[in-house]
């Protein structure tokens, strides 16, 4: 079966995906697109040697933007040239021009594939994506705070001596410092978060604990392109296998008017149905600070 992908921005997160992807049998066909064609070129070599080992079958194209275009699916990776500041909002201003360019290349070829975006600020950049490529809202999206929430589910387990895919729980608002636990609508065996007896110092800790998990790791390593690489690869997995699973995806929010997270299933046409998590009114005022903080960062553009 033919499955393309192009990955734009093969760095650390866009490589880790690359590779994920092939070691996974996910993909028939990768184009490869980078500003730093020796690297990318050099990634490309790299691959094919892995491809013999791994007995996998994918051709592969670098930087030939034609080509880009007949992918079924366009995730964007794109990073900063050198950024020193661990709060995601700081990148917006070096992304935005390489997203932008992008998006009038999606625009003027009325790209016909989903494009998944991780880069950061994840929502903001969606959005501008979004606005500047005239695509549908349906096929353009961002990973949010799904790897967040993963984050959140291995913490939680870790407390509760749980398996984390056993919790059905979520980061919510921005992918970036405004996010929180959605405590109110969580569930672990059917049982609401609430009859769990995790005290309120524990919350506390635990969702400080997730979101400075990406600094943990962004400190000791300089990066961190894992978790993300293998998210992102499970979503295009979804979107290949028409597998509806849901995710906690960046999405446009009519009523929040901005790009945010949202669980909502996603296929092979791009989103499905769209979630709304029943959020306490503490919470809820935190989540329409978290939109108020993606609106303001995409009006400055
Ligand atoms: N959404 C998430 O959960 C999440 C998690 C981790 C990282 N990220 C983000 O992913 C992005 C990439 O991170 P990284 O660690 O791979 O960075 P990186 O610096 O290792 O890689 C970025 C790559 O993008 C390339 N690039 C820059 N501008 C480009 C353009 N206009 N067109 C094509 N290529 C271009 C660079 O040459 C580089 O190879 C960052 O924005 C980072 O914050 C997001």
Known sequence: MNRHIAIVGFGRVGSALGYTLINKGLVSHLTIIDTNNVKATSHALDLRDALIALNQDVSISVNDTKDMLKADIIVVAIGPANITSLDRLDEFHSNKMGIQTLAETLRKAQYHGIVLNITNPCDVITQVLQAASGLPKSRVFGTGTTLDSLRLQR?????????????????????????????????????????WNISDDDKVQIESDVMRSGAVIYNGKGCTEFGIGAMAASIC?????DSQKIYSLSVYDESAECYISHPTQVGKTGLGRRFTLKLNDKEQARFEQSAQIIRQYVAME
């Open 155 to 195: 913490l939680l387990g870790e407390h509760l001596d749980l398996n984390p895919a056993d919790i059905d729980g979520y980061m919510a608002g921005e992918h970036g410092d405004s996010q929180f636990v959605a405590w109110s609508p969580m569930r672990m065996a059917g049982v609401p978060a609430e009859q």
């Open 237 to 241: 997995q979804a979107i290949f296998y």
